[in-house]
């Protein structure tokens, strides 16, 4: 059972518009919470990540908003290029000694951006 | 960001034979690494987490003969996969764990066992 659920699973945005993909998670445990980009073929690439101490983090045109009340967050592509076009997926991380600092992924959302 | 290099970028075997996939952490020394498998449009599906110098922790499910994990130094770990049959053609990708939080991933290596 997925622990981080994310959506939505695809999307597609206008060049120049926002992009949003949203997470949800359930473990409190978690504590520390990144994205990554993928493109077809390739690794993940660490895009933002975030700790549930700050409740938005913003760097170039990515931003990361998260409400630990609620137990979510969300990646912000602003002003979205065709370069974006990627899968994107956030994750967290498990505290604890045990854990070896795993990370659980969400889906995925692939995202397509059009000229 | 840091480099993770993993070796070979593509591989084709025969079925019933080996192979083996390398992942080196240029330039840090990372003493946790994690393997995962990947389908096609899918997440990533953690296989194992390897600490350097001792036996690597699998998750439920994993055949840990099937997938022989080595992490012999601070910077290289190799996933082996024994006996390799269709089924086990995936996208390999090994991450490498540079601090407490940051973990940086390596281009991955698509395995086709015909």
Partial sequence: QQQVKQSPQSLIVQKGGISIINCAYENTAFDYFPWYQQFPGKGPALLIAIRPDVSEKKEGRFTISFNKSAKQFSLHIMDSQPGDSATYFCAARESGADSWGKLQFGAGTQVVVTP | ?114
């Fill in chain 2, 1 to 114: 960001g840091a480099v993770v290099s993993q070796h070979p970028s593509r591989v084709i075997c025969k079925s019933g034979t080996s192979v083996k996939i390398e992942c080196r952490s240029l330039d840090f020394q990372a003493t946790t690494m994690f393997w995962y498998r990947q389908f096609p449009k899918k997440s990533l599906m953690l296989m194992a987490t390897s600490n350097e110098g001792s036996k690597a922790t699998y998750e439920q499910g994993v055949e840990k003969d099937k997938f022989l994990i080595n992490h012999a130094s601070l910077t290289l770990s190799t996933l082996t996969v024994t006996s390799a049959h269709p089924e086990d053609s995936s996208f390999y990708i090994c991450s490498a764990r540079r601090t407490a939080t940051e973990a940086f991933f390596g281009q991955g290596t698509r395995l086709t066992v015909v």
